[in-house]
Each structure stands twice: as structure tokens, then as C-alpha cells.
């Protein structure tokens, strides 16, 4: 395990990973189809997977649809128990809900009841921060993703692009040190889908969180990340690839994309992902 050195505790504090899935093996009870549907089996969707985000790190996660990357994430929030393996945040076993980390999922998660400001603050007030505090933190964040005058706002009456930032404040005023996204971005046209992560990278940047985003973007995934994780097409998934993006930063995710060593990126993680993809494609073809 970690050592101590030079006599302080934080060297092996620091080098613990942020967030560690240890040979994770997620199964589910399925039913067989047809004749025999009164017969219960097992599917194993993700098998024997092993991932690691460093302190600080912006990791993505990409795989065909249905592979298992959501079933991985909510393995790393602490939602879903895995059947095998373990995780440990900043070196400690995860036992329940992941309090280190916050979440933004593809599908919307605002109360259509609440305004913008209120959706914000939800999380700081069920923490129990005074009112006052919270709706004044609340409208920094607003204007921070650039809704400032948008408090009063009901979510129906938020453009797509809108609503996601309002969900960025919500997940980053809580302080989390580390996020986990989950195709955030995928429900939004191109063009908006392009301002927001290079918000989200201006954000991160100023207060470097450990990321586990999720995609089946590749070129969102390259032009985001410190490292890019490439998972099989189920059933069993697993990492099969893991790739260093050495691309500078500050990025622009749209020029980024036609920089030389962006294609080259994109060229060899490719190679390493078409034949998963065609696979996941047969199999959901079959289903
Ligand atoms: P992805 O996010 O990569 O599209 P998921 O992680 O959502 O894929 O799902 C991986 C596989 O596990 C799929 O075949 C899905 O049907 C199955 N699966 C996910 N959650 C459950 C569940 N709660 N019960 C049964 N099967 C599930
Ligand atoms: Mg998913």
C-alpha cells in the first residue's frame, strides 16, 4: 500500500487515485425468452474491469451502446453494488452512496417545479445551508455557466443548452471532488454540444476535479481528456485500450479536432474500437 515519506502523511495520500474500480463484475438476473421465460439467468454485462482516475484527472470512457458504461458509473456513484470486485475513493473502500462525487446524467434531472435558481440550491439546502447562503451561492453559479437574469426561469421555459448548465451549477456548487458524467451532452445539437464542453473544460480547469465521463463519442472523448479508456461490446465488458492524450491546453474542443495530432489520436483509438463497435452493432441488430 501507500508509504509514508520523509515523515508526512500527504505523499501517500496523494498518490491514492481519486477513484478506483477494482476487477469489477456487475451481473444481472435475466429472463430467457420464448418458451422457457419461466427460467431466471444471469447476464454479465461488465467482467472483471479494472479503471483508475488520478487526482485531478479527466478520464473518459467510451464503448458501444449497451456495452456497460452507465452500469460502470453507477458502480462508481455507489448506486449500484457491484456482484464482484471493489471500489475505493482517495484509498477508502466505498461502502453505500458516493459522498466525494456529483453526477450529471444524459437524461434531464431539474424539477420541473422549481426554478433555475431553486434547482441550483437544491442540493445546498437539503445539506441544511441556510437560505440566505444558499440563494446567494446559487445565483454566483448561475452566473458562472452565464444564466445570470435566468434565476426565475422554470426549466420548460430553458433552451436544452440552458438547462444543462443550470445542471453543471447544480453539480458544482456542492464542491464535489470529483464528477462523474454520463453522455451529458449527447441530447444537444452540434453547436451547443461544443460551447458546453469547452465550459465544462473552462470550469475544470480552474479547480482541476477528477472526471469519469462517459461517451460513445470518440472525437468528445479525445478533445475533453487526459486519457481515454476504450471498453468492448458486451456481454463481459472490459477495458481493452487506454490511451494518453498529450493534445496542450487551454483546448478549443473545435479546433482541437484539426490539429494533426488530434487525427492521429483519433486514427489509432479507432483501430482499437471498430471492431467492438461492429460487434455491439450485430449484437443489437439480434436483440
Ligand atoms: P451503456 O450505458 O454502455 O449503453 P448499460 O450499462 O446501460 O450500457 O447496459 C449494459 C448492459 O446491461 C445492457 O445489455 C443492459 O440491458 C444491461 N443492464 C443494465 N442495467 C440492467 C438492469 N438493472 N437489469 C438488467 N439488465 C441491465
Ligand atoms: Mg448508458
Same mark, same amino acid.
Given at each position: 500500500?501507500?508509504?509514508?515519506?520523509?515523515?508526512?502523511?500527504?505523499?501517500?495520500?496523494?498518490?491514492?487515485?481519486?477513484?478506483?474500480? @477494482?476487477?469489477?463484475?456487475?451481473?444481472?438476473?435475466?429472463?430467457?425468452?420464448?418458451?422457457?421465460? @419461466?427460467?431466471?439467468?444471469?447476464?454479465?454485462?461488465?467482467?472483471?474491469?479494472?479503471?483508475?482516475?488520478?487526482?485531478?484527472?479527466?478520464?473518459?470512457?467510451?464503448?458501444?451502446?449497451?456495452?456497460?458504461?452507465?452500469?460502470?458509473?453507477?458502480?462508481?456513484?455507489?448506486?449500484?453494488?457491484?456482484?464482484?470486485?471493489?471500489?475505493?475513493?482517495?484509498?477508502?473502500?466505498?461502502?453505500?452512496?458516493?459522498?466525494?462525487?456529483?453526477?450529471?446524467?444524459?437524461?434531464?434531472?431539474?424539477?420541473?417545479?422549481?426554478?433555475?435558481?431553486? @434547482?441550483?440550491?437544491?442540493?445546498?439546502?437539503?445539506?441544511?445551508?441556510?437560505?440566505?447562503?444558499?440563494?446567494?451561492?446559487?445565483?454566483?453559479?448561475?452566473?458562472?455557466?452565464?444564466?445570470?437574469?435566468?434565476?426565475?426561469?422554470?426549466?420548460?421555459?430553458?433552451?436544452?443548452?440552458?438547462?444543462?448548465?443550470?445542471?453543471?451549477?447544480?453539480?458544482?456548487?456542492?464542491?464535489?471532488?470529483?464528477?462523474?458524467?454520463?453522455?451529458?451532452?449527447?441530447?444537444?445539437?452540434?453547436?451547443?454540444?461544443?460551447?458546453?464542453? @469547452?465550459?465544462?473544460?473552462?470550469?475544470?480547469?480552474?479547480?482541476?476535479?477528477?472526471? /469519469?465521463?462517459?461517451?460513445?463519442?470518440?472525437?468528445?472523448?479525445?478533445?475533453?481528456?487526459?486519457?481515454?479508456?476504450? /471498453?468492448?461490446?458486451?456481454?463481459?465488458?472490459?477495458?481493452?485500450?487506454?490511451?494518453?492524450?498529450?493534445?496542450?491546453?487551454?483546448?478549443?474542443?473545435?479546433?482541437?479536432?484539426?490539429?494533426?495530432?488530434?487525427?492521429?489520436?483519433?486514427?489509432?483509438?479507432?483501430?482499437?474500437?471498430?471492431?467492438?463497435? /461492429?460487434?455491439?452493432?450485430?449484437?443489437?441488430?439480434?436483440?
Amino acid at each position: 500500500m501507500q508509504r509514508r515519506q520523509g515523515g508526512t502523511i500527504d505523499a501517500g495520500v496523494a498518490a491514492a487515485p481519486a477513484l478506483a474500480l @477494482n476487477r469489477i463484475t456487475c451481473r444481472f438476473a435475466a429472463r430467457a425468452t420464448a418458451k422457457r421465460s @419461466n427460467i431466471a439467468v444471469t447476464y454479465t454485462a461488465v467482467e472483471d474491469a479494472t479503471l483508475v482516475v488520478g487526482p485531478g484527472e479527466f478520464v473518459s470512457v467510451v464503448g458501444p451502446t449497451g456495452c456497460g458504461k452507465s452500469t460502470l458509473l453507477n458502480v462508481a456513484a455507489g448506486l449500484l453494488p457491484p456482484s464482484d470486485g471493489s471500489v475505493a475513493v482517495f484509498g477508502a473502500p466505498l461502502a453505500g452512496l458516493n459522498r466525494s462525487a456529483g453526477y450529471m446524467f444524459q437524461a434531464d434531472s431539474l424539477m420541473p417545479w422549481r426554478s433555475a435558481l431553486s @434547482n441550483v440550491v437544491a442540493g445546498l439546502e437539503f445539506r441544511g445551508t441556510p437560505k440566505q447562503e444558499a440563494q446567494a451561492k446559487g445565483r454566483e453559479w448561475l452566473a458562472r455557466v452565464g444564466l445570470a437574469g435566468f434565476e426565475d426561469r422554470y426549466p420548460h421555459q430553458l433552451s436544452g443548452g440552458m438547462k444543462k448548465r443550470v445542471a453543471l451549477a447544480q453539480m458544482l456548487i456542492l464542491d464535489p471532488q470529483i464528477l462523474l458524467m454520463d453522455e451529458p451532452f449527447s441530447a444537444l445539437d452540434v453547436q451547443t454540444r461544443v460551447l458546453m464542453e @469547452n465550459e465544462l473544460l473552462e470550469l475544470w480547469s480552474a479547480d482541476r476535479k477528477s472526471v /469519469l465521463f462517459i461517451t460513445h463519442d470518440l472525437e468528445e472523448a479525445i478533445s475533453l481528456s487526459d486519457r481515454v479508456v476504450v /471498453l468492448s461490446a458486451g456481454p463481459a465488458t472490459r477495458p481493452i485500450g487506454e490511451f494518453r492524450i498529450d493534445l496542450p491546453r487551454p483546448r478549443d474542443v473545435a479546433e482541437i479536432r484539426m490539429t494533426p495530432r488530434f487525427v492521429e489520436l483519433h486514427e489509432s483509438i479507432w483501430h482499437a474500437m471498430k471492431d467492438e463497435v /461492429l460487434k455491439g452493432y450485430a449484437q443489437s441488430r439480434r436483440a
